[in-house]
């Protein structure tokens, strides 16, 4: 039997792309243990993840080198007897706990001389391999496979209904058609599309009958507040007082969400709901969300994609020249 230690991404959406991974995996080896080693964080997104065995938990912060934590890690889990590695993020210290850990075959895209720690090393084919989620999923094929798109599939995270109900009732949540709003852009406001938009659009949508979920974590409360400035009964600033499980289950109730390019737009597509993404300085031909059920707002300027945090102009045209009118044409 085959026993895979994925070494997993650090941010949201990255993780629900390797979904996209472990289905190709349970494919090619239909009885195998898929066990992920991640941030703490992503444990409620793995735990959505059927083919997922097991979560282990990274026990450093994002940027930090822990070497001879890592060490130590992967020296304590040789008994384990993994198969194989994979090994998503391209840097050197993603690749020394397996290496550490004894594992036989140890799978990764070449990267900051990682010659010594993998041994099943890939050329990246940036042409080929275009997409986040193309990357992912050729590294559970075999090393010579010639990689075609039809084999990517899309995540899929299981939802909680039992649990969806209980947030309706401890959020004061109607059963009125909902929309999510997203306005987080962790990566900087280069993503994110202003939220004098995102407050215009969510009047409008309340007055057109539907209820209003503004969506997003702590960091994203202030932006929120701003959203639903005016305190409409059906505009609910939910920043920071759901988790990351819960907001699963409440995207999966929704009949559509308007996201920036961030995790949480990756986290709607997976449970189904219908996609407004929203691209500034990125660019969906990289990350698009992965569903049918999308609509993407992005207008191609000369000066975009830049993929800085801010804009390196001073004038986000990317953003700013989508309109609201040309989000809730798609809405209503």
Known sequence: MQKILVVGPSWVG???????????????????????????????????????????????GHGQLGLSGRWQLGRSLIAENFTQAIVLPRSWKSALVPFAAKIP?????LGEQRYGLLNDRRHLDKTLLDQTVKRYTALGLPAKAVFNSEVVNFPKLEVNLQ?????????????????????????????QWPLAYFRE???????????????????????????????????????????????VDLLAATQAAVTNDSGLMHVAAAVGT?????????????????T?????????????????????LGHTHCLKQITVKQLLDGLL
């Open 14 to 60: 990255d993780m629900v792309m390797a979904q996209s991974l472990f289905k190709q995996l349970c494919r090619r080896f239909p009885e195998c243990e898929i066990h992920v080693l991640a941030p703490g964080w992503s444990e409620p997104i793995l735990a959505r993840m059927t083919e997922v065995t097991k979560t282990l938990v990274l026990p450093f």
């Open 105 to 109: 075959l140890r799978t990764g895209f």
């Open 163 to 191: 649990h969806q109900q209980a947030l309706f009732k401890s959020l004061g949540l109607s059963d009125k058609p909902a929309v999510a709003l997203m306005p987080g852009a962790e990566y900087g406001p280069a993503k």
């Open 201 to 247: 659009l969510a009047e409008k949508l309340v007055a057109a009958g539907k209820q209003v979920w503004v969506l997003g974590g702590a960091k994203d409360a202030a932006a929120g507040a701003e959203i639903a400035v005016y305190g409409l009964a059906e505009l609910h600033n939910l920043c920071g007082k759901t988790q990351l499980a819960d907001v």
């Open 274 to 290: 219908q996609v407004h993404a929203i691209y500034g300085s990125s660019s969906p031909a990289y990350t698009p969300p992965l």
């Open 292 to 312: 049918k059920q999308a609509q993407v707002h992005y207008l191609q300027l000369d000066c975009s994609p830049c993929f800085k945090r801010t804009c390196p």
